[in-house]
Structure formats: C-alpha cells, structure tokens
T-cell receptor, first 119, second 112 residues
Framework: GAVVSQHPSWVICKSGTSVKIECRSLDFQATTMFWYRQFPKQSLMLMATSNEGSKATYEQGVEKDKFLINHASLTLSTLTVTSAHPEDSSFYIC???????????????FGDGTRLSIL | SQKIEQNSEALNIQEGKTATLTCNYTNYSPAYLQWYRQDPGRGPVFLLLIRENEKEKRKERLKVTFDTTLKQSLFHITASQPADSATYLCALGVNQGGKLIFGQGTELSVKP
C-alpha cells in the first residue's frame, strides 16, 4: 500500500492565490521529508528538506518566503506556495525517508505529486 | 560543474530484449546511487540501491552496476515487457542529510 499520501493531486487557481500542499507519511514517523519540483520532461529538482520541529533547509535559488514549509508533526509536512504566479505552475512532489540507519541504506518514498496550474 | 546525464534519447526496444540505461556523472562523489521508475503523472517508485563499494546488485529481472572509476551506473532490465515502459531515473546520494540528486530520466518504451 501507499507509504506517502499527498494532497491535493491537482489544483488550478488564479494568480496571486496561496496554495497549500500536504504530505503525509502513512507507514512510519519521518523527521525528514523532502520537497521537489518537476517541470515537463525534466528532472526532479530538490527544493527543500523539511525537518520536524525546526526550520526547513532550502536549496540554492529557492525563495523561502515564497515556498513556506511547515513540518509540525512526525507524519505531516506542508508546502505553501504564496502569491502564486503562472511561472510557479509545476508538478510538486514530496518524499519521506526512514530516519533509522544510515542514509546509504534507505530509499525515498514518494507521494503521487500535486499538479499546480496558475492561471 | 557538477552534472548527471542519462540516455538523452528515449529508448525503444522489442519485448523480450534487454534494456540497458546509462547514468554518468561528473564532479560528484556519491556514497550510493539509486534507481527509480516514474510513470506519467505519478511520483517515482524506488527500484534498486547500490553503494560505492558494491559493483553489482540484482533484483528479479533488474540489475544495476556502479563503476566509481568511470563515474557510471548501468541499469539493465532483462526479458523486458510492455509493462516496463516508463521513465527511469538515477539519483546520486551525496551524503548530506540523505539528499538525492536526480538525473533527467530516460524514457523506455517496450513494444510487443
């Protein structure tokens, strides 16, 4: 069954709107979750690492005030795209990784993504 | 500059043949490498993981190799089936909090 639940799967909204995307870890507690963005026919680009109980770590070039991440519990992280514009239209995907053991032994489990379209 | 490159062209093969996908990287020193499958409109699904001290890993019809001298990983699907048609992504584990750096993916199409 699914390890990660992402909601909503698809959203269309007007320019200037803020949109919140939820990522839930269903199978285990996750102190770390990752947020990616993917444009058509392109690679997944890591936006930020979400850490439970502390601030997210953003990748270079990602505006932290534009993409707000909240990881308030061990099973839920949210990404809010604030004042969204057409250029923010993309496929946003979250992932979780078991935090027990070393990194070299753990795959990431991905949600099914959120297709965001800003008109 | 740092780069990850997968087969730039889509790969079309006949059912039953072996598909071989490549992943080359420059200016990275990954501790491990992972392969994922992604279907249209879906999130990636983990397939195989190989560490820097491992040469080869197998799982059913899948095989991955990792050559840290050549800075290359090869991903093989034997006895391919139309259901194997998807985009395959390689990802480097750079050991910074479990972060993965993804290649752009190779689209595989298996014809009956």
């Amino acid at each position: 069954g699914a390890v990660v639940s992402q909601h909503p799967s698809w959203v269309i909204c007007k320019s200037g709107t803020s949109v919140k995307i939820e990522c839930r870890s269903l199978d285990f507690q996750a102190t770390t979750m990752f947020w990616y963005r993917q444009f058509p026919k392109q690679s997944l680009m890591l936006m930020a690492t979400s850490n439970e109980g502390s601030k997210a770590t953003y990748e270079q070039g990602v505006e932290k005030d534009k993409f707000l991440i909240n990881h308030a519990s061990l099973t839920l992280s949210t990404l809010t795209v604030t004042s969204a514009h057409p250029e923010d239209s993309s496929f946003y995907i979250c992932s979780v990784r078991r935090t027990q053991g070393d990194y070299s032994n753990q795959p990431q489990h991905f949600g099914d993504g959120t297709r965001l379209s800003i008109l | 500059s740092q780069k990850i490159e997968q087969n730039s062209e889509a790969l079309n093969i006949q059912e039953g043949k072996t598909a071989t996908l490549t992943c080359n990287y420059t200016n990275y020193s990954p501790a491990y490498l992972q392969w994922y499958r992604q279907d249209p409109g879906r999130g990636p699904v983990f397939l195989l993981l190989i560490r820097e001290n491992e040469k080869e890993k197998r799982k059913e019809r899948l095989k991955v190799t990792f050559d840290t001298t050549l800075k290359q990983s090869l991903f093989h699907i034997t006895a391919s089936q139309p259901a194997d048609s998807a985009t395959y992504l390689c990802a480097l584990g750079v050991n910074q909090g479990g972060k993965l750096i993804f290649g752009q993916g190779t689209e595989l199409s298996v014809k009956p």
